[in-house]
């Protein structure tokens, strides 16, 4: 039967070829800005490298101390962290770093502005980055302030263009740091990992990071040793909150240990939501505007077809003359709407990519690589399906409900 429904689908194509152009133009367009912003949503949220281990990750991102007359919210502190989230029972790892913020170099009086990041031993055991040259610097190197620095390869490009890093000298943040590796670039939307360059925070010009406070400037994201430990590490974190001794005017402390998609929830959420996860309500807005952006160019397609579908109303006649079920029409017609719309995705798959491109070459994020991977092109797949089967499911059923005499006669609906 599915076969006779694409051979019959096919026919119909090549013979209504306006209607055909028409209808392909509006579902490729429409599936191009849905792929196009999949693939970012992809880069952000979606398998990455060095974020090698992120179905086991959870970061401490944010905290508010709240107060009878005063609100403060921010970064966790290195001393918080170090004292009460490094410490939390059964787990892996934990890693404790800065986020990147820009500095300069200068090399033969030319001036360089890098993102410049500090982070512990273990950083390089939580993510997995690609290395070129020699290594990361290790948790010894850490603990003996050693003032060593990992790159990536585009600072090695301006700095030293083809030349080998390994063992040069880079001044940054006040320091000389001699170079001990250097990684692939890591796209500037991977937030934690991401940085022109690395070095441990015990070689910091200051201690300041090391004084007892509950906000700073930190991150702290912790390695679980499986996804299922996940709700016993937030109860024992959230116990944590409660034994940290508060600064005067303050009585509550509150936070959360999110994954990567609760922290994005959080960051779209509104500014008195900012230390609390909605994941929920994010896949309810994605879902709701993909939705809401599907909905007009479905409904132009429902008019396309149901007027494609009126001019064969003498066929429709004709088949339900002979005794063909309401249901068989309906299997044809969207057999032949799904079709259509997985042909025009095929087109916007190939147009996506062109974009993709454009978008990559013009290079707004840093680091960022936009691409169409096998993940994209199932999402991409199933917007097809969907977008087929809501422009096709009505005008085929309304049009299989043509009494024969009438069909036969060509009359509107």
């Not at 579902?27 to 912003?37: D, E, K, N, R």
């Not at 590796?181 to 090391?210: C, E, K, M, N, Y």
């Amino acid at each position: 039967m599915l076969k006779n429904y694409l051979k019959t689908a096919i026919q119909v194509l090549r013979r209504r070829k306006f209607f055909t152009f028409i209808s392909l133009f509006g579902v490729s367009l429409t599936l191009v800005v849905l792929m196009v912003a999949t693939a970012v949503f992809d880069q952000i949220l979606g398998p990455q490298l060095p974020e090698i281990h992120a179905d086991r990750t959870l970061g401490v991102y944010s905290l508010e101390m709240r107060g009878a007359e005063i609100i403060s919210d921010s970064d966790a502190s290195y001393w918080f962290l170090d004292r009460y989230v490094r410490t939390l029972p059964d787990i892996e790892k934990v890693t404790i770093f800065s986020q990147a913020a820009r500095s300069a170099t200068y090399l033969d009086g030319e001036k360089f502005e890098l993102y410049f990041k500090r982070t512990d031993g273990a950083f390089w055991q939580v993510y997995g980055f690609d290395f070129l040259e020699g290594g990361p610097f290790l948790a010894e190197d850490d603990a003996n302030a050693e003032k060593v620095a990992v790159i990536n390869e585009t600072t090695r490009r301006q700095l030293y263009g083809g030349s080998k890093a390994l063992g040069r000298m880079l001044e940054i943040d006040g320091q000389r740091l001699k170079i001990k590796g250097v990684v692939r670039d890591v796209s500037f939307l991977r937030q934690d990992p991401f940085s022109d360059v690395w070095a441990p925070i015990s070689a910091a010009r200051s201690d300041t990071h090391l004084r007892p406070a509950v906000l700073g400037s930190h991150t702290g994201v912790i390695l679980a040793r499986h996804r299922g430990d996940f709700p016993a590490i937030k109860r024992a974190f959230q116990a944590r909150l409660a034994e940290v001794e508060l600064p005067e005017g303050y009585d509550e402390l509150s936070g959360e240990a999110n994954t990567h998609f609760e922290r994005f929830s959080r960051v779209m959420s509104s500014n008195q939501e900012r230390t609390v996860a909605s994941p929920w309500r994010l896949r309810f807005a994605i879902g709701l505007a993909m939705v809401l952006f599907m909905i007009l160019p479905s409904l132009n397609l429902v008019n396309i077809n149901v007027s494609r579908i009126l001019e064969r109303a003498s066929e429709i006649g004709v088949r339900k003359a002979f005794g063909a079920s309401s249901w068989t029409l309906v299997g044809q017609f969207v057999v032949e709407n799904v079709l259509l719309t997985l042909i025009g995705g095929g087109i916007a798959f190939v147009l996506s990519g062109g974009v993709l491109s454009l978008l990559n070459g013009v290079e707004l994020i840093p680091y960022a690589t936009f691409q169409l991977n096998f993940r994209v092109f199932v999402y991409g797949l199933l917007l097809a399906v969907i977008f087929g089967l809501i422009s096709g499911v009505y005008p085929a059923w309304k049009m299989s409900r043509l009494h024969p005499v009438t069909a036969l006669r060509r009359r509107s609906l």
